[in-house]
């Protein structure tokens, strides 16, 4: 065998423990807690009232764009927030978030 192909098995087999060790420490994600739920469904809908507003023509191309932007920085904010707390949100982060999207829903037309 030669050194660099004793190299490439090294670094695979460092690479392969490393996946292993991080699957194992990784926090389950509640999809089901009741504050994720409730979160994460008020932005999809949210979502989904740009983009019919958007089919609609009420709403820009680049407005819309805007808008499902900050609805999904929201989700990404719930899930870090869970991941830090072992895989739920609490109550005062849920009523943080739930203040985002309020303030986000009075920029979308009715």
Sequence with gaps: MTRTTLTVFAMTALVLMGLGGASAQAEPFA?????QAEVIGRADYQIARVRQERAQGEIGAFRAHRLIGVDRRIIRQDR???????????????????????????HIPS
């Design 80 to 106: 870090r927030m869970a991941h830090l707390n072992g895989g739920y949100i609490t109550r005062g982060q849920q009523r943080f978030m739930n203040h985002e999207e309020n303030r986000l829903g009075r």
């Design 31 to 35: 999809y089901a807690h009741p504050r």
